[in-house]
């Protein structure tokens, strides 16, 4: 917002002279460039690197007919309903089909706590 007053511009962050067009796009270069700064001495998809990934939903009712450069920035400065399906955290699947792999037990604990708060 601060970029956008001082230059009087939309869309400051993307870099449309570099091929990125894309605001979301260009920051992501951004951080996978920058990844010293975030302590992680090997970082993106190498050998040795930590294994985070998402898998997207595309077919969301917010996502569906959306052109693929377009999704990142959907992505990041939007918030569509569900857009991850699958969730890999570590190395470990966290997340597949939209379900969390703690999904019921974290929902029996939340039960237990709300009836305990209730009577």
Known sequence: MKQRLLRRQRNVAAAPEKGEPSTAQHLF????????????QTWGL??????????????????????????????VFSSPGRPWRD??????????????????????????AMHDLWH
Do not use: K
Not at 29 to 40: C, E, F, K
């Open 46 to 75: 190498r050998t040795g690197a930590r294994a985070d990934g998402l898998v997207v939903d595309q077919q969301g009712a917010s996502l569906i007919g959306l052109p693929a450069p377009q999704l990142l920035d959907a992505l």
């Open 29 to 40: 270069t951004r951080v996978l460039d920058g990844s010293g700064a975030a302590g992680m």
């Open 87 to 112: 969730v890999l955290a570590g190395g470990r699947w966290v997340v597949q089909d939209h379900r969390h792999a703690a999904a019921e037990a974290v929902t029996r604990r939340f039960e237990a």
